[in-house]
C-alpha cells in the first residue's frame, strides 16, 4: 500500500525542498526568449522620452476649445505641420494649433490634441475645432509609459515575446539571465518501443519521453532523453546513476506503483531520500519524489500518458520553474461546468477540460486513452469531499 499525502502536502514539500539554482550569465535581448531574467531590469530612460500625440489631429491649449461644438466651432490660427522626427520642439503660438500626427511630439505650449474627425479645414489661415477636449486629452506625457528607473521586467520573469518589446523599445541589448536547467527523462517498462516504431504484439509506443520533453523545452529547459529502461533493477540503477551526474533534474515515468517489478522507489531511496510515494489523487496516485545525492531532483510519474502530463504541470513544472528562479504563478481561468461531473467519494480527482464558449467542457478519459490531451485546455479539481459536481457549477480550470 501507498502512503499518500494530499497535492497541497505534496506541492509544499516539493517547494520547501526546491533551492534556486545559483548561476546566471548576459544573454543577447534576442537569445533570452524564454530564459528567466536574474535580476530586476530598471529602465535606463524615460518612455515616451518626449511628449508626444496618441491620434492624427490638431495640437492645441484645451482652454481654447471649451464650450466649442458643431454649430459654433472654435476658430485657431494654423501655425504648421509637426513632422516625424524633428529635432527641434516645436512651440505653439497663442490662440493656434499645429497638425501632429500619431506618434508625433506636442510643440511646446500644447496641452491637448484634437482629433483629425473632429476639426475642418476651409482652406484660410485657421482651423475649426468642432469638439472640445479637456488637458492632457489624447497625450502621452514624457514618462508616462514607464519612468527612468522604474523596474520594466522584475526578477524572475520567464521571457516572453511581450517582454522583449519592452526592452527593446528602452534600447536594452543585453540582459542577466539564470543558466538553463538540463531535465533528464526515462520511460521504464518492458513493453515499450520508441514512438517512431510499429508495436509488435502488446508493445506500445514510448508516448511520454516526447511529450516530457517537450513540456519541459516549453518551460525553457533542456530535455535529454534517455532510452527506454526494462523492469530489472540493475538496468534502472545505471540509468539512474548517469542521469544524475549528467542532469539537474529527473523525471522517470513508469514503474512508481506497488509491485514486484515497481523498482523505482527502491532505487531512488537509495540514491537519495524519497518524501513522499503516493497522492491522493485521480489520476496521479503512484506518483512519487526524492532528492538525489548531488542535490538532485527527482519525480516518479505515473506511465499513462494522461497521468503523466497532468502530474507534472501539477508537480513538476512548480519545482522546476522556482529552481529556475522562476516567478511560478499557476495560470487559471473561470468558466461554468457545460454537463454534471460524478467522482469517487474520498479521493480528489483530476479532470481534463476544453473552454468552449466561456463553459468549462469535461473530457473524461478511461485508463489508456490519450486523444483526450489534444482536445484539453486545462484540468479542473474535484475535491475529495465531494461525489462530483452538478453542471453550471464555477470552476477554476488551471491552464496548461
Keep these: 500500500m501507498l502512503n499518500v499525502v494530499t497535492r497541497e502536502e505534496a506541492l509544499q514539500i516539493i517547494l520547501e525542498q526546491m533551492p534556486e ?14 530564459k528567466v531574467v536574474a535580476e530586476d531590469i530598471l529602465s ?3 518612455l515616451p522620452a518626449y511628449t508626444r500625440s ?33 529635432d527641434e520642439q516645436r512651440v505653439l503660438p497663442p490662440a493656434s494649433c499645429m497638425e501632429v500626427p500619431t506618434g508625433g511630439q506636442v510643440p511646446e ?5 484634437v482629433m483629425v474627425e473632429h476639426t475642418e479645414d476651409l482652406g484660410d489661415q485657421f482651423r475649426y475645432v468642432l469638439k472640445a477636449v479637456a488637458p492632457h486629452e489624447n497625450v502621452n506625457g514624457t514618462g508616462d509609459d514607464i519612468k527612468r528607473g522604474a523596474v520594466a521586467v522584475p526578477k524572475g520573469t520567464l521571457l516572453e515575446p511581450r517582454h522583449t518589446a519592452v526592452l527593446a523599445a528602452l534600447g536594452i541589448s543585453e540582459l542577466p539571465v539564470r543558466d538553463p536547467l538540463t531535465v533528464g527523462i526515462l520511460s521504464t ?4 518501443v520508441d514512438y ?14 516526447v511529450t516530457l520533453a517537450a513540456a519541459v523545452e516549453a518551460l525553457g529547459c533542456q530535455a535529454k532523453t534517455y532510452p527506454v529502461v526494462p523492469d530489472e533493477e540493475p538496468a534502472l540503477r545505471a540509468a539512474i546513476d548517469k542521469v544524475r ?11 512508481s506503483s506497488v509491485g514486484e517489478r515497481d523498482n523505482v522507489n527502491r532505487v531512488l531511496s537509495s540514491f537519495g531520500h524519497v518524501y513522499f ?10 506518483t512519487m519524489f526524492a532528492m538525489l545525492e548531488g542535490d538532485v531532483p527527482a519525480f516518479g510519474l505515473p506511465g499513462h500518458p494522461a497521468a503523466a502530463f497532468f502530474t507534472f504541470h501539477l508537480f513538476a513544472k512548480p519545482a522546476i520553474l522556482k529552481r529556475r528562479g522562476a516567478i511560478a504563478v499557476p495560470r487559471y481561468v473561470e468558466a461554468e461546468l457545460s454537463q454534471k461531473v460524478p467522482s469517487n467519494h474520498g479521493r480528489e480527482e483530476i479532470m481534463a477540460v476544453a473552454l468552449e464558449n466561456g463553459k468549462a467542457v469535461p473530457l473524461p478519459a478511461k485508463s489508456g486513452v490519450v486523444s483526450v490531451l489534444s482536445r484539453a485546455d486545462g484540468t479542473i479539481t474535484i475535491p475529495r469531499d465531494l461525489e462530483g459536481l452538478e453542471r453550471s457549477a464555477k470552476v477554476q480550470v488551471l491552464l496548461f
Excluded: W
Excluded at 543577447?28 to 526568449?33: E, M
Excluded at 517498462?189 to 515499450?192: A, F, Q, T
Design 109 to 113: 505650449g500644447a496641452d491637448a490634441v
Design 21 to 34: 539554482a545559483a548561476g546566471t550569465h548576459v544573454a543577447a535581448l534576442p537569445d533570452a526568449l524564454g
Design 44 to 46: 535606463p530612460e524615460d
Design 277 to 286: 510515494h503516493g497522492v491522493a489523487l485521480k489520476p496521479g496516485k503512484p
Design 196 to 209: 517512431k516504431e510499429t508495436p509488435k504484439g502488446t508493445e506500445i509506443r514510448n508516448i511520454n519521453s
Design 189 to 192: 517498462g518492458d513493453e515499450l
Design 54 to 86: 496618441t491620434v492624427d489631429g490638431l495640437a492645441v491649449r484645451a482652454a481654447d476649445t471649451y464650450g466649442c461644438s458643431e454649430a459654433l466651432p472654435a476658430m485657431v490660427t494654423y501655425a504648421g505641420k509637426v513632422l516625424m522626427g524633428e
Design 245 to 255: 551526474s549528467e542532469c539537474d533534474f529527473l523525471i522517470i515515468s513508469g514503474g
